[in-house]
């Protein structure tokens, strides 16, 4: 039976990998169990960003193929379906996503505003920056454009405009002691940057890139 949090018709992005209870979507690899899945996709988004980061200039200006690649190039290995906009329906705590067969449209519209009104993310103020962060990332979750990963694709792209601005990566401590609380302030704040409200989400990055010029670190 599939996770509650889902609601997904048939077709391949529907499916879930034999033996693994509902708990494992069908991958390249056979894995049965969320565990070492978590793991899996851990591994091999480390190997991607690192071969991103030669891939993106400062002048690099982000667009909706480049996110599906980026996407493609990380989870490539494990769904057949990486880099493909999702076609089923996403829902998680009473709050349903846009449609799938409007995801086109809202990733076109995404690219032609939000995204290139702040990619490039120019070095600036870390206000600023924070603030065309929290703008993109929002608007990018809200979308859910993929079956599976957005949250850290949305943030791996928040860390490349760092990377852009001339930061270092923000860092969430989404993991670890403390990160339960974390966790819910971060949801807050992207539940108010649905409704275009980005003050919570850009104190959340202000708040990630000032923990990172205290304590260092991985993100």
Request: proline share 5%; charged share 25%; aromatic share 10%.
């Amino acid at each position: 039976m599939a996770p509650a949090r889902y609601v997904t018709p048939a077709g391949p992005q529907a499916e879930y990998e034999p033996g693994s209870r509902g708990r494992v979507l069908c991958n390249r690899l056979g894995i049965q169990r969320k565990r070492v899945m978590d793991r899996a996709e851990h591994a091999v988004m480390m190997r991607a960003r690192s071969r991103w980061l030669g891939r993106i200039a400062r002048d690099t200006r982000f667009k909706a193929s480049l996110l599906c690649q980026m996407h493609r190039d990380w989870l490539g290995g494990i769904y057949e379906w990486a880099g493909q906009y999702r076609t089923v329906e996403l829902a998680k705590g009473g709050f349903r996503w846009p449609p799938a067969y409007l995801i086109p449209r809202h990733m076109a519209n995404f690219e032609r505003g939000i995204l290139r009104e702040n990619t490039p993310c120019r070095s600036g103020r870390t206000e600023q920056v924070a603030r065309c962060i929290a703008q993109v990332h929002a608007e990018l979750l809200l979308i859910h454009p993929f079956r599976e990963g957005n949250g850290r694709l949305a943030r791996w792209l928040a860390d490349l405009m760092a990377f852009q601005a001339g930061l270092p990566p923000p860092a969430y401590r989404l993991a670890g002691k403390g990160a339960n609380a974390r966790k819910l302030q971060y949801l807050e704040a992207v539940s108010r940057g649905y409704l275009r409200d980005y003050g919570l989400l850009e104190a959340f990055f202000l708040d990630a890139f000032e923990r990172r010029a205290r304590e260092g670190g991985d993100s």
